[in-house]
């Protein structure tokens, strides 16, 4: 089988994951990452999308996927049921960013979080010199219609994190597809994925 | 009329084996009756199982032999169609209890020469489930690519994955619950009580008497027929429309259009239905609880299972709403079994499992084909 090659977070998620794990791919859209996983690393991955069409093209790959919402859904899951959960890409759109980050926790031991990066510096210049809400490659869509509810920044996630005790295992920063270092990332980051654990 | 059922020829297979029932009683040679459509290959692993809804039967692709219409699903099930016959054994065979050449209470009780009636002991849908398997025994298929269902044929795709979970590589559920909600029991107790409250029912020995309760059988499909709908389907469909006429006849004839509709599918499903059986499988149905034997808990039902699930809800069915398919999404999950869950949108209602639905369509093919 043949695969379009996948989003530079996702590639870097689906390279850390361990052979055979089981996974739970959150926000999980048509299953490409999920069917990279699987056929790539053997891994058991289930999927949760909310948008139904993504949810049919994910079964027509014959993958186990749930419809559904991150925000009231996640509760379903029992303790432990998972060695990874992944939400990319799906954290500023939840109503209670913080609650998902625990319930990813409950479900499985780790998770990896990857969101885009809103101090990054073409967001601030758009904020500075025009005065209104950016649309950029990563977050395209005007403020009026974006899912977006929570725009998160790479600072606040440290703090978020470092409050509720959960542990850092791993952290990426990519500018375009390309890495750029923890120092530089508050400004240079387009996008943040990181890698958390029970703290 | 309601009689016509009696005199065709259905393919069957009376059972070598007898079937002990979920109430206790024996059925000592069943007969099942059922219809198979493509090849069956050599390694025999290519056999879909498609399970019926309440009032339908196992013509699921091919003429019904008393309506003379085309067959439930025959969009569905056809050479190079989603189920494709040229390359699956599709095996739809007649619930026992039902009235199209399984036993059922029209059938002849050999203890007295005369139909069953009401003698004819209260089945479940795991009995249906377990005939099914037995049937499948003698016709020496052991292992089911696929087990499909809508409806009362989803409780069975279900009923099949929790007792035969190493038979059944893929169980697609449509439309259906893993139980009964008061709410469906309350509306399957208006259609009974319609048919018993109808003097031509006779304690449900009416089969030598010459009369039916047509007029009982009738009022029961048409009080079903409206939950099969949906007020917004109704309503494009029909709206206050009258029906041949210009203006209100300040009567009771069916002057709306919607009513003559209802008359008209209660009277034409009098032809092909048998009164007591509607009333046994309303029963089964009701009945229906796979979380019960395991102290509510339905994910125990499912504990570990092999099986893949897929579950398909529609957004307008309020009679079995998206709420019970996620509820056995929840128990899946809970089991750790692999299952995938999509709620389609249709104006269609219940309905909508039986109509043109490219969309539903399309993911049965992939969830059949996945992994093929």
Not at chain 1, 42 to 50: K, M, Q, S, T, Y
Not at chain 1, 118 to 128: D, G, M, Y
Not at chain 1, 178 to 194: K, M, N
Not at chain 2, 83 to 112: F, M, Q
């Amino acid at each position: 089988m043949s695969h379009s090659p996948l989003r530079p977070d996702l590639a870097l998620i689906a390279a850390e994951v361990p052979h055979g794990a089981r996974i739970l791919d959150i926000g999980c859209g048509d299953g490409t990452l999920m069917a990279a996983l699987r056929d790539s690393k053997a891994a058991d991955v289930r999927g949760l999308e909310i948008d139904a069409a993504n949810v049919a093209a994910a079964m027509e790959r014959g993958l186990a996927v749930v419809q559904g919402d991150a925000d009231r859904d996640l509760a379903d899951y029992p303790d432990d049921s998972f060695d990874f959960a992944i939400l990319s890409q799906t954290l500023q759109t939840s109503q209670r960013p913080d609650r998902i980050l625990d319930q990813l926790l409950r479900i499985a031991p780790r998770a990896f979080v990857s969101f885009p990066n809103f101090a990054h510096w073409r967001v601030r210049l758009a904020l500075l010199w025009g005065g209104r809400m950016p649309v950029t490659r990563l977050l395209p869509i005007a403020w009026y219609e974006t899912p977006n509810i929570h725009h998160v920044t790479v600072s606040d996630f440290r703090e978020l994190v470092a409050a509720k005790n959960i542990a850092v295992e791993g952290a990426w920063y990519l500018n375009g597809d390309r890495p750029t270092s923890a120092a530089a990332a508050s400004w240079r980051a387009e996008h943040a994925i990181f890698q958390i654990a029970r703290g | 009329m309601a009689t016509r059922t009696r005199d065709v020829q259905h393919n069957s297979l009376s059972l070598e084996r007898p079937l002990t029932l979920d109430s206790g009683a024996v059925l000592e040679r069943p007969v099942i009756a059922f219809e198979r459509y493509g090849p069956l290959n050599e390694a025999r692993d290519n056999v879909i199982l498609i399970c019926h809804a309440l009032t339908m039967d196992q013509y699921v692709a091919s003429t019904h032999p008393v309506t003379g219409k085309p067959g439930w699903w025959s969009k569905v099930v056809r050479p190079g169609g989603v189920v494709d016959t040229d390359r699956y054994h599709v095996i739809c065979a007649n619930v026992i209890g039902s009235c199209l050449g399984s036993s059922g209470p029209a059938s002849l009780d050999p203890a007295t020469g005369s139909a069953f009636g009401m003698n004819f002991p209260v089945v479940t849908i795991g009995d249906m489930v377990r005939a099914q398997a037995i049937l499948l025994d003698e016709l020496g298929i052991g292992q089911l690519h696929a087990v499909i269902g809508g409806s009362m044929g989803g409780m069975q795709a279900l009923c099949w994955a929790a007792h035969y979970p190493d038979r059944v590589d893929r169980a697609l559920i449509i439309a259906s619950a893993a139980r009964h909600s008061a709410q469906n029991i309350a509306f399957h107790e208006v259609g009974r009580q319609a048919i018993m409250a109808d003097p031509d029912w006779q304690g449900g020995d009416y089969y030598a008497s010459g009369r039916v309760p047509v007029k009982g059988l009738s009022v029961a499909r048409m009080a079903a027929h409206i939950t099969y709908l949906s007020e917004a389907g109704l309503t494009a469909k029909f709206g206050r429309q009258l029906q041949d006429r210009e203006t209100k006849t300040f009567g009771f004839d069916a002057d709306f259009q919607v009513e003559s509709y209802l008359r008209h599918q209660g009277i034409s499903f009098v032809d092909r239905f048998d009164a007591n059986s509607y009333l046994y499988i309303t029963r089964a149905m009701d009945y229906f609880d796979l979380a019960e034997p395991h102290g509510g808990r339905l994910a125990e039902a499912f504990r570990d299972s092999p099986v893949r699930f897929g579950l398909v809800s529609f957004d307008s069915d309020w009679l079995y709403p998206t709420s019970e398919s996620r509820r056995i999404v929840q128990a899946l999950h809970a089991a750790c079994a692999q299952a995938s869950f999509v709620e389609l949108s249709s104006p269609f209602g219940h309905d909508a499992f039986l109509l043109d639905s490219p969309e539903m369509w399309r993911l049965m093919a992939g969830f059949i084909e996945a992994g093929r």
